[in-house]
């Protein structure tokens, strides 16, 4: 639906849909996991911040809460990991 959404002081990188759930989704790259998991660069504040973001887009939209879904995208290198439901 979009990407890079700007929403206040936040930003959501992708908005998709999936059957009847929109789906609001955090991408983390890393190189590598030298100094770290991209899942653990995804802190509570930045949890906070996304999941606000996502419940404004969803009010401007006419979009019901419980229709949202919050995913994380974790990239390695070439690995990708998709966390449903992240938090």
Not at 12 to 35: L, N, P, W
Not at 53 to 64: L, M, P, Y
Not at 70 to 80: E, H, Q, S, Y
């Given at each position: ?50 999941r606000h ?12 809460y419980w229709q ?20």
């Open positions: 639906m979009a990407r890079n959404v700007r929403v206040g002081k936040g930003e959501i990188d992708f908005i998709a849909t999936r059957h009847d759930i929109v789906v609001i989704g955090e991408v983390k790259a890393r190189a590598s996991e030298k100094f770290g998991s991209p899942a653990e660069a995804m802190t509570q504040h930045k949890q906070r911040t996304v973001a996502g419940v404004e887009w969803a009010r401007a939209n006419n979009i019901a949202l879904r919050f995913d994380l995208v974790c990239i390695v290198g070439t690995r990708v990991e998709v966390l449903p439901n992240a938090f």
